[in-house]
């Protein structure tokens, strides 16, 4: 019921304000506080500004505030409306009922990361003052070492894991309101992070083997200023960019070398498949590898490459506010990409995830369902009816992911996590997915 009690809500909170600066706190008083509930279609402009007394502009600069501090979205026939997600809602947490398989969470396995705490003798804890803050020349060196040998160049820095990164790039290279081209499905937590910074996005369709050329061609050319990627395990589908698929990407972002292009290659050490670098076909351009998901997500850092205009505007602006990454944090990433313990740990771990996704790739594969998913966390199934899917498979005991929580164009399908799949059970896993899809669409 909390839907209808939230309607009602909304149906009885009156917009107040004779001033955009007010209308627009008038608002996000009412989504604080619960009043407008994600979904709910604001007044169109004209009504509002009538109700209020006010001209029309007022309210459609109330809106564009709004919009630009990632508290509602515009789109299409649903006029303007408060995002499900908006810069005040926390990250909600799903609840998998127990007995219920959870296959939702697309988070590392606690259990195959390693053990930092082995390391902290091996990591200078030391005071530094100001003036010692910024990148460690030990872990930059260690970085241009490893990104040589993927072949990527560029001038390096680090953030506070990848989404800091794509935030700052944006902000280095772009304005409040261009568009930003994704994946479709993409992962919700960087959409999150663009509408919320004020960006517009537009989506680039994937297949397993990443973005599709002439999705990407549209996108730029209709005038979209960056364009993000994954390399490999994309989030939701496990997509990895092949060689031939970077080759007519990097043709794509060479007729538009205006574009600025962030590649998000955050399954780097567990990948089992090599790099295929798109990033550098662009003159502005970003290279992101966090260690979240090799080291665990409270490491919160990223190896950023970059062209040089690109790296000095974020680590200069950095500077002034933030200032830098914690050295301590940066010498236990040095610690833990040097210590032979923790490498053969990651290397292991790559190889489970993998074996996971694989078992259940291959299970559905021999009941006829084709998954997508070569690298990652997770495989994604399109089905025919997602809701329909979701409530059969958890009747049956497993709880997945319905695909619009990371596709915007209403593409049916499931994200199933294999994080933590035991590979004995990917058949009943693979029996369950079989009953509860229709008929699956062949792309999207
Ligand atoms: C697609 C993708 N990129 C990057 C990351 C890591 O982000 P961060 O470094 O901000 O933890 C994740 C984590 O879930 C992810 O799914």
């Not at 979205?73 to 007995?99: C, D, H, K, Y």
């Not at 398989?101 to 705490?117: H, N, Y």
């Not at 998901?293 to 002034?320: E, S």
């Amino acid at each position: 019921m909390y839907w209808y009690n939230a309607l009602v809500m909304s149906v009885q909170y009156q917009i107040t304000g004779s001033a955009a600066s007010e209308i627009a706190a008038s608002i996000e008083s009412g989504v604080r506080s619960g009043q407008l509930a994600p979904g709910r279609t604001l007044p169109p402009v004209r009504k509002l500004a009538a109700d209020l007394g006010v001209a029309a502009g007022t309210v459609a600069s109330a809106y564009r505030r709004l919009r630009e501090r990632g508290v509602v979205e515009t789109g299409g026939r649903a006029g303007t409306f408060i995002r499900q997600r908006s810069a005040f809602t926390p990250t909600g947490t799903l609840t998998v009922p127990t007995g219920v398989l959870d296959l939702v969470s697309g988070e590392p396995d606690p259990e195959l990361l390693p053990d930092l705490a082995a390391l902290k003798p091996r990591v200078d804890i030391v005071h530094g003052n100001y003036r010692d803050g910024g990148p460690c020349p030990d872990l930059l060196d260690l970085a241009r070492d490893r990104f040589a040998a993927d072949g990527v160049h560029g001038e390096l820095t680090v953030t506070s894991g990848a989404l800091d990164a794509f935030e700052r790039g944006l902000a280095a290279r772009l304005e409040p309101g261009d568009t930003v081209a994704v994946e479709e499905p993409t992962w919700s937590n960087g959409r999150d992070l663009l509408l919320s910074a004020g960006y517009q996005v537009t989506p680039v369709a994937i297949d397993g083997e990443g973005p599709l050329p002439d999705e990407l061609e549209a996108a730029l050319a209709a005038g979209a200023k960056a364009f993000i990627l994954t390399s490999r395990g994309q989030n939701p589908t496990g997509a990895a960019v092949t060689a031939e698929r970077a080759a007519a990407l990097r043709a794509v972002v060479a007729r538009h070398r205006g574009v600025f292009v962030i590649e998000d290659d955050h399954w780097a050490e567990l990948s089992q498949i090599p790099l295929h670098f798109v990033a550098d076909a662009a003159d502005r351009w970003m290279f992101v590898r966090s260690t979240s998901k090799p080291y665990g997500p409270d490491l919160r850092t990223a190896l950023v490459a970059a062209d040089p205009d690109t790296k000095a505007r974020v680590q200069g602006r950095m500077a002034i506010g933030h200032g830098w990454v914690s050295c301590i944090l940066q010498h236990f990433v040095i610690a833990a990409w040097t210590d032979e313990v923790v490498e053969e740990h990651v290397a292991t771990a790559g190889r489970v995830y993998a074996e996971r996704q694989g078992a259940l790739r291959e299970a559905l594969a021999a009941r006829g369902i084709e998954a997508w998913g070569r690298a990652g966390l997770n495989l994604w199934v399109p089905v025919a009816d997602e809701t329909a899917a979701v409530v059969a498979l958890r009747d049956n005991g497993f709880a997945v992911a319905p695909g619009r929580a990371y596709s915007f164009h209403g593409h049916q399908g499931i994200r199933i996590s294999t994080s933590r799949l035991d590979p004995g059970r990917a058949d009943a896993v693979a029996d369950a997915v079989a009953q509860a899809s229709g008929p699956a669409s062949p792309t999207i």
